[in-house]
C-alpha cells in the first residue's frame, strides 16, 4: 500500500522557516517525480512545487519562487520543501504528491495528473 507521510508542519511567525518531509513507501519511489501542493483556508488546492526524479530539475509557482526550495533523498524515499521568508498568506495545509503512472511534465501540475497524495501537513503563519 502506498503511502505518503508529510511531517513539519506547525506555527511560526512571519518572516521566519520551516522545512516540510514526505516520506514516501509501498513503491519505489526514486524513479518518479514529487511536488507540493497547498490548501489555504476557503480556497482550492494549489500547486506549490515539483522535482523530477533526478534532483536537477526543478520548478516552482510564482507565489514561492525564491522563498522555497524543494530537494530530495532518493535513498530514503523522502522529498522535502523548504520555507523561509514565511509570509501569512502561506498559511495552509500542505500536501505531498506523486506522479507514478502519470507521465512527467514541465511547469505546474494540475491535480488530476497527481496519483498519491499525503495527508497534509498544516502550516500557520501568524503576523
Known amino acids: 500500500q502506498v503511502q505518503l507521510v508529510e511531517s513539519g508542519g506547525g506555527l511560526v511567525q512571519a518572516g521566519g522557516s520551516l522545512r516540510l518531509s514526505c516520506a514516501a513507501s509501498g513503491r519505489p519511489f526514486s524513479r518518479y517525480p514529487m511536488g507540493w501542493f497547498r490548501q489555504a483556508p476557503g480556497k482550492e488546492r494549489e500547486f506549490v512545487s515539483q522535482i523530477n526524479w533526478s534532483g536537477d530539475d526543478t520548478y516552482y509557482a510564482d507565489s514561492v519562487k525564491g522563498r522555497f526550495t524543494i530537494s530530495r533523498d532518493n535513498a530514503k524515499n523522502t522529498v522535502y520543501l523548504h520555507m523561509n521568508s514565511l509570509n501569512v498568506e502561506d498559511t495552509a495545509v500542505y500536501y505531498c504528491?506523486?506522479?507514478?503512472?502519470?507521465?512527467?511534465?514541465?511547469?505546474?501540475?494540475?491535480?488530476?495528473?497527481?496519483?498519491?497524495w499525503g495527508q497534509g501537513t498544516q502550516v500557520t503563519v501568524s503576523s
Open positions: 504528491a506523486v506522479r507514478y503512472f502519470s507521465p512527467a511534465v514541465q511547469g505546474a501540475w494540475r491535480e488530476n495528473g497527481v496519483d498519491y
